[in-house]
């Protein structure tokens, strides 16, 4: 494949990053490869980088706990195709990124010769998942498309509320009025079906998020 292809490499471990680094050269000549090591340095990139045609990342970064930093990056780029490599085989994990929008998931053990077909398949199109793991939840499914419903801001909101902060420590914390974050709160309750900060909070644990 000689399309030149901008991709993502997203994990904290600088040896994994360094071998994902080579087999994507070379399962695709002459494409520009960027790093990410946190989730904050991603989202610093992905706002400066307007072409980015694949997101290869880690579910375990500094910044992102569970599935938190894969939601947020499907609310803010719903566009961007991002394929998830983790150590984490479990089916209901790949079950779980699946449900969240993630467009493939590579287990970590796989081998150069498995690793490069897949980012082959994945920019081909075709989504890359391992086989047998059946449908998502339908439950799950439906509580992902809230959560991907909440603006940035608003998601930032909903993980300073998970961490149990008050309304006006969060107006601080994000430098606007306390009366812009009620407004917050009631859109967000709004977005999830729920009535108050506890339902909202119950929600998230439900699914195994921590924005």
Do not use: C, W
């Amino acid at each position: 494949m000689d399309a030149q292809y901008t991709i993502v490499i997203a994990d904290d471990h600088p040896l994994f990053r360094n071998a994902l680094f080579q087999s994507v050269h070379m399962a695709i000549s002459g494409a520009n490869l960027l790093e990410a090591d946190s989730l904050d340095s991603l989202l610093t990139l992905l706002d400066k980088e307007d072409d980015v045609d694949l997101l290869l990342l880690d579910l375990k970064m500094p910044g992102a706990n569970g599935m938190s930093g894969l939601i947020q990056l499907r609310s803010q780029y719903p566009d961007l195709p991002i394929v998830v490599i983790s150590a984490s085989e479990e089916p209901s994990v790949i079950r779980q990124v699946r449900s969240h929008g993630a467009f493939g998931f590579i287990p970590k053990s796989s081998d150069m010769r498995a690793l490069i077909s897949s980012l082959n398949q994945v920019l081909d199109g075709e989504p890359v998942f391992p086989e047998g793991l059946g449908e998502g939840n339908d439950e799950l499914t439906e509580l992902t498309d809230k959560i991907a419903a909440l603006t940035p801001q608003q998601y930032k909101v909903l993980g300073m509320l998970s961490d149990g902060l008050l309304n006006k420590q969060i107006a601080y914390e994000l430098n606007v009025s306390e009366a812009t974050i009620k407004a917050h709160m009631t859109a967000i309750f709004r977005k999830l079906g729920v009535k108050n900060r506890t339902q909202a909070v119950i929600l998230l644990q439900q699914m195994d998020i921590n924005p």
